[in-house]
T-cell receptor, first 114, second 108 residues
Framework: GAGVSQSPRYKVAKRGQDVALRCDPISGHVSLFWYQQALGQGPEFLTYFQNEAQLDKSGLPSDRFFAERPEGSVSTLKIQRTQQEDSAVYLC????????????FGEGSWLTVV | DAKTTQPTSMDCAEGRAANLPCNHSTISGNEYVYWYRQIHSQGPQYIIHGLKNNETNEMASLIITEDRKSSTLILPHATLRDTAVYYCPPRAGNKLTFGGGTRVLVKP
């Protein structure tokens, strides 16, 4: 597709449930990022992949959060045993090869934990 | 990572220029200044970026002070569709560090 595609767009999970959020980056983009955005705040970095390698996961808030990109294209962010504080928009972004290239964001997956 | 300071909100008249300031006094020499905006319920949209020199594209102009401690995004003729939250996240390597942004309301 033309842009970064994320699914589901909206997800309501019961506390304790596991969720999986999918990101399809722009075709050919080797770098992929996940950000978390709480209501009324700016996005916060979670993790970064270059191809299938997860090079930075310093922003993942706990070991309940896990991201993968096994074939260097589609990525999945998994949250285990969801808590209410996990309610946020999860944004995926991608970038072409090259340090100066622009980072493009998807529309986000809105997660509400009840 | 550098921190940024922006006004929480500002109003702008439709058709007039909107000047959005950003303070990034702790920015390091290799960090670019990026501007994104986020319209309600959408992901951040790239606007423009620069390192030292002023930049212009079809969306906006970016003025960076000589000491790089602050910058101004200029929307030359604001329209109602420019109503959004505007962010100026510094970028070091591949990481963007977003602050709270400026909520811009363009009024008719």
């Amino acid at each position: 597709g033309a842009g970064v595609s994320q699914s589901p767009r909206y997800k309501v999970a019961k506390r304790g449930q596991d969720v999986a959020l999918r990101c399809d980056p722009i075709s050919g983009h080797v770098s992929l990022f996940w950000y978390q955005q709480a209501l009324g705040q700016g996005p916060e970095f979670l993790t970064y992949f270059q191809n299938e390698a997860q090079l930075d996961k310093s922003g993942l808030p706990s070991d309940r959060f896990f991201a993968e990109r096994p074939e260097g294209s589609v990525s999945t962010l998994k949250i285990q045993r969801t808590q209410q504080e996990d309610s946020a928009v999860y944004l995926c972004a991608s970038k072409h090869r090259g340090s100066g290239n622009t980072i493009y964001f998807g529309e986000g997956s809105w997660l509400t934990v009840v | 990572d550098a921190k940024t300071t922006q006004p929480t909100s500002m109003d702008c008249a439709e058709g007039r220029a909107a000047n959005l300031p950003c303070n990034h006094s702790t920015i390091s020499g290799n960090e670019y200044v990026y501007w994104y905006r986020q319209i309600h319920s959408q992901g951040p949209q790239y606007i423009i970026h620069g390192l030292k020199n002023n930049e212009t594209n079809e969306m906006a102009s970016l003025i960076i002070t000589e000491d790089r401690k602050s910058s101004t995004l200029i929307l030359p003729h604001a329209t109602l569709r420019d109503t959004a939250v505007y962010y100026c996240p510094p970028r070091a390597g591949n990481k963007l560090t977003f602050g709270g942004g400026t909520r811009v309301l363009v009024k008719p």
